[in-house]
C-alpha cells in the first residue's frame, strides 16, 4: 500500500503518473485533505474578530459537509486517474488536524503505506496541500520512506540549471 | 506488486555504506522487485576538500594528493560493490558506480542522474548530526531542493522509530 496526497492540481497529478510508472499495479490510497471551517477560523485569525465570519458560525457544520464531499470527490477523481494509469487505488478525505503533514502522516499511519508520495508546487482550483512547505515537513518528520515529485514546470526548470552548473568553467 | 516496467531505466540509490545506505537499498528492493538500480558512492579529491574547507595554502603538511585521491576511488568503489551486492542479494539488478564530486555531492549525484536518465533518486537518511537529531541530512535535503526527478526518502530503522515515537508526542507543522 503506498499513500498520494493529492489537491486535484495537474502537479498532484504528475505524481499519481510517476507513482503508477515506477510501481504499477500497487495498491494506492489517494489521499484529499479538507480543512474543518471552526480550524480555519482559527487558523487565519478571524476566530472571535470578524462579524461576518461570525454569521457563519451556524453554518459550520453544513460548510463541513460541503468541504468533506468536495474533498472526497478530488479524490475519487484522483483514485480514478490512479487506476487508469495502471495502481489499484481508492481515494479517501480526511479533514484537517493539527497540520496538513500530521494528518498526512497520521493516514499513513493508518493504512500502514510503505511510501508517501508527494507532488511539489501544486496549484489547485482551491487552496493546495501539496505546496512546498507540506513537502518539505512531511519529509523532515516521516517515519516511513517519502517519495518527493517535482511538478514537471520544476523539473523542467531546475535540469536546466543542474545541466549549467556540471558544465565545466 | 506487479513486474517492474522493462522500458525503465535504472534507478539510481546513493550508497555511503552507512546503515541508512543500507536502509533504503532494502527498501527499493521491497518496493521495486527486480528493478534495475545503479548504486552510487561519490567521493571528492583532496584538492576540493582542501578548497572548500580553507586550509589550502595554510602552510599545513604537503601530502601525496594523487596517492590520497587513489584510496578514496578504491574505498568509494569498494562502498558501490558492497552495496550492488546487497542489492543482487535483494533481488535487484545492480551495478555499482563511482563519481568523483567537482560539484559539491548533492549536485554530483543529480548531474550523474541526468546522464543515466534515472526515473527515480533513492537517498537513505539517518538524521542531520547522526544520532539524536530527527531532522534531514543536508546532502537528502539539498539533492531535494535540486531534484529535476522524483527523490525517494528512506529514514533507516531507528530515525524511522524515533520520529514515530515524536509523531505520537507531539505536533507536526505545515
Redesign the interface.
Same mark, same amino acid.
Given at each position: 500500500m503506498i499513500l498520494v496526497s493529492y489537491d486535484g492540481s495537474a502537479d498532484a497529478q504528475a505524481a499519481i503518473d510517476?507513482a503508477a510508472? =515506477?510501481?504499477?499495479?500497487?495498491r494506492t490510497t489517494v489521499l484529499t485533505i479538507w480543512e474543518p471551517y471552526i480550524n480555519m477560523l482559527s487558523r487565519t485569525g478571524s476566530l472571535g474578530m470578524d462579524l461576518g465570519a461570525a454569521a457563519f458560525y451556524g453554518d459550520a457544520d453544513r460548510m463541513d459537509t460541503a468541504s468533506r464531499t468536495a474533498a472526497q470527490a478530488t479524490a475519487d477523481e484522483g483514485a480514478t486517474r490512479a487506476t487508469a494509469a495502471g495502481l489499484v487505488a481508492e481515494g479517501r478525505c480526511e479533514g484537517r488536524d493539527?497540520?496538513? !503533514? !500530521?494528518t498526512i =502522516?497520521?493516514v499513513a $499511519?493508518d493504512v500502514d503505506a !510503505?511510501?508517501v508520495v508527494l507532488g511539489t508546487r501544486g496549484r489547485g482550483a482551491v487552496t493546495s496541500f501539496v505546496l512546498g512547505?507540506?513537502?518539505? !515537513?512531511v519529509?523532515?518528520? &516521516?517515519?516511513? $520512506?517519502?517519495?518527493?515529485?517535482?511538478s514537471p514546470a520544476l $523539473?523542467?526548470e531546475?535540469?536546466s540549471?543542474?545541466?549549467r &552548473?556540471?558544465v565545466?568553467a | 506488486m506487479s513486474a517492474v516496467d522493462a522500458a525503465l531505466r535504472p534507478v539510481l540509490v546513493g550508497c555511503d555504506g552507512s546503515a541508512d545506505a543500507r536502509a533504503a537499498i532494502d527498501h527499493v528492493a521491497e518496493l521495486l522487485p527486480g528493478a534495475g538500480v545503479t548504486i552510487l558512492t561519490v567521493w571528492e579529491p583532496l584538492a576540493g576538500t582542501l578548497m572548500r574547507t580553507g586550509p589550502m595554502g595554510g602552510g599545513g603538511q604537503w601530502v601525496d594528493v594523487e596517492k590520497a585521491d587513489a584510496a578514496s576511488a578504491v574505498t568509494a568503489l569498494a562502498c558501490a560493490t558492497d552495496g550492488a551486492e546487497r542489492a543482487t542479494a535483494a533481488g535487484l539488478d545492480a551495478r555499482p558506480l563511482v563519481v568523483a564530486s567537482h560539484d559539491g555531492v548533492a549536485v554530483t549525484i543529480l548531474a550523474t542522474a541526468a546522464d543515466l536518465d534515472a526515473p527515480l533518486v533513492v537517498l537513505g537518511t539517518r538524521g542531520r548530526g547522526g544520532v539524536g537529531s530527527l531532522l534531514l541530512g543536508s546532502v537528502s535535503q539539498s539533492v531535494i531542493h535540486h531534484a529535476d526527478r522524483p527523490v525517494l526518502v528512506v529514514p533507516d530503522a531507528d530515525l524511522a522509530r524515533r520520529r514515530q515515537e515524536r509523531l505520537h508526542a507531539t505536533t507536526v507543522p505545515a
Amino acid at each position: 500500500m503506498i499513500l498520494v496526497s493529492y489537491d486535484g492540481s495537474a502537479d498532484a497529478q504528475a505524481a499519481i503518473d510517476h507513482a503508477a510508472r =515506477l510501481m504499477p499495479g500497487t495498491r494506492t490510497t489517494v489521499l484529499t485533505i479538507w480543512e474543518p471551517y471552526i480550524n480555519m477560523l482559527s487558523r487565519t485569525g478571524s476566530l472571535g474578530m470578524d462579524l461576518g465570519a461570525a454569521a457563519f458560525y451556524g453554518d459550520a457544520d453544513r460548510m463541513d459537509t460541503a468541504s468533506r464531499t468536495a474533498a472526497q470527490a478530488t479524490a475519487d477523481e484522483g483514485a480514478t486517474r490512479a487506476t487508469a494509469a495502471g495502481l489499484v487505488a481508492e481515494g479517501r478525505c480526511e479533514g484537517r488536524d493539527v497540520s496538513v !503533514a !500530521a494528518t498526512i =502522516l497520521a493516514v499513513a $499511519a493508518d493504512v500502514d503505506a !510503505a511510501l508517501v508520495v508527494l507532488g511539489t508546487r501544486g496549484r489547485g482550483a482551491v487552496t493546495s496541500f501539496v505546496l512546498g512547505s507540506v513537502s518539505h !515537513a512531511v519529509v523532515q518528520h &516521516a517515519d516511513r $520512506a517519502v517519495l518527493v515529485v517535482p511538478s514537471p514546470a520544476l $523539473a523542467e526548470e531546475r535540469h536546466s540549471h543542474l545541466r549549467r &552548473a556540471s558544465v565545466p568553467a | 506488486m506487479s513486474a517492474v516496467d522493462a522500458a525503465l531505466r535504472p534507478v539510481l540509490v546513493g550508497c555511503d555504506g552507512s546503515a541508512d545506505a543500507r536502509a533504503a537499498i532494502d527498501h527499493v528492493a521491497e518496493l521495486l522487485p527486480g528493478a534495475g538500480v545503479t548504486i552510487l558512492t561519490v567521493w571528492e579529491p583532496l584538492a576540493g576538500t582542501l578548497m572548500r574547507t580553507g586550509p589550502m595554502g595554510g602552510g599545513g603538511q604537503w601530502v601525496d594528493v594523487e596517492k590520497a585521491d587513489a584510496a578514496s576511488a578504491v574505498t568509494a568503489l569498494a562502498c558501490a560493490t558492497d552495496g550492488a551486492e546487497r542489492a543482487t542479494a535483494a533481488g535487484l539488478d545492480a551495478r555499482p558506480l563511482v563519481v568523483a564530486s567537482h560539484d559539491g555531492v548533492a549536485v554530483t549525484i543529480l548531474a550523474t542522474a541526468a546522464d543515466l536518465d534515472a526515473p527515480l533518486v533513492v537517498l537513505g537518511t539517518r538524521g542531520r548530526g547522526g544520532v539524536g537529531s530527527l531532522l534531514l541530512g543536508s546532502v537528502s535535503q539539498s539533492v531535494i531542493h535540486h531534484a529535476d526527478r522524483p527523490v525517494l526518502v528512506v529514514p533507516d530503522a531507528d530515525l524511522a522509530r524515533r520520529r514515530q515515537e515524536r509523531l505520537h508526542a507531539t505536533t507536526v507543522p505545515a
